[in-house]
């Protein structure tokens, strides 16, 4: 059930996706469809229909609050291929 909420919200956030955000959007929900850390997927997810609704400063104080070894696993293990873009953007947060 969670998952289909979740595929939905990645759904919503696509309507709206530069093209960018939209290449790395279909690695992103594949991974994410496996990934069995929930935190980490709330975190992908809220970040992502965030950055894709345009409200990028929001997205700073969830990264400074997040658990650092799981950002670092984020960064590794989803900010690559598609998007590696945004890796640079969140490394920075």
Do not use: N
Not at 7 to 30: H, Y
């Amino acid at each position: 059930m969670r998952l289909c909420v979740l595929l939905a919200a990645f759904l919503v956030a696509s309507l709206a996706l530069t093209p960018e955000e939209e290449a790395c959007a279909s690695p992103l929900m594949a991974k994410l469809a496996k990934e069995p850390d929930a935190e980490l997927k709330k975190f992908v997810t809220k970040c992502f229909k965030l950055i894709s609704s345009g409200k990028r400063d929001d997205v700073k104080p969830i990264v400074k609050k997040f658990d650092h070894d799981k950002f670092i696993r984020f960064l590794d293990e989803y900010m690559i291929g598609d998007c590696a873009s945004f890796r640079a953007e969140f490394e920075g947060m």
